[in-house]
Every structure is written in C-alpha cells, then in structure tokens.
Nanobody, 117 residues
Framework: QVQLVESGGGLVQPGGSLRLSCAASESILSLHVVGWYRQAPGKERELVATTTPRGTTTYADSVKGRFTISRDNAKNTVYLQMNSLKPEDTAVYYC???????????WGQGTQVTVSS
C-alpha cells in the first residue's frame, strides 16, 4: 500500500505561483503513473497532469504552458509547479498513483489551492 502525502497548497493572488509536492511512502518508480487531479466545489474531478518513470508527461489543456509536473525519484516525490495562477485554478488538488494505465490505485488526502485577490 503506497501512501501519498500532498503539501504546498495555500492562498495566492491571481498571477502568482505555488509548488505542490507529493511525497510517496515508497519508490515512485514502482508506480506506472503519478498524476495530479483537482476538484472544485460543484465541478467534476479533473486530471491536471501526469508523469511516468520514463519521463513522459501529459497536461490538461486548461493548464498547458502554466503548470509543470516533475519528479525526484531519489526523494520519492512528484511536484506540480503552478505559475500564472487564475481564480479558476481554485480547487483541492490530489496526488494519485497508478499501477497501470487503467486506474489510479492510491490517493493522497488533498491540499487546498485558493487563487483570489
């Protein structure tokens, strides 16, 4: 059972930046994929970005060019650098890990990101 713990959320003004961290209890190389989801009140959960051990990354269209997912395998940590934040980026952000491409098996508890002036 892999445990994932997110950190780095908070309140930021529009145009600002935050970096989220997802620390895993064991090697993230054992996971086929690690991703960041977000869910805003009253909205569907959205897959924001993913990364694989081979370094392949994907992004939702809504965050392309603003968000960057990266990983430090030695620290068992995945990051989400968020720049040029907008109020519509406000959500709870969750880290998730999958053993295959078909589903995410492990989830963190979430971290709140609020973009507001």
């Amino acid at each position: 059972q892999v445990q994932l713990v997110e950190s780095g959320g908070g309140l930021v003004q529009p145009g600002g930046s935050l970096r989220l961290s997802c620390a895993a209890s064991e090697s993230i190389l054992s996971l086929h994929v690690v991703g960041w989801y977000r869910q805003a009140p009253g909205k569907e959960r959205e897959l924001v970005a993913t990364t694989t051990p081979r370094g392949t990354t994907t992004y939702a269209d809504s965050v392309k060019g603003r968000f960057t997912i990266s990983r430090d395998n030695a620290k068992n940590t995945v990051y989400l650098q968020m720049n040029s934040l907008k109020p519509e980026d406000t959500a709870v952000y969750y880290c998730a890990g999958g053993l295959s491409t078909s589903e995410f098996n492990y989830w963190g508890q979430g971290t709140q990101v609020t973009v507001s002036s």
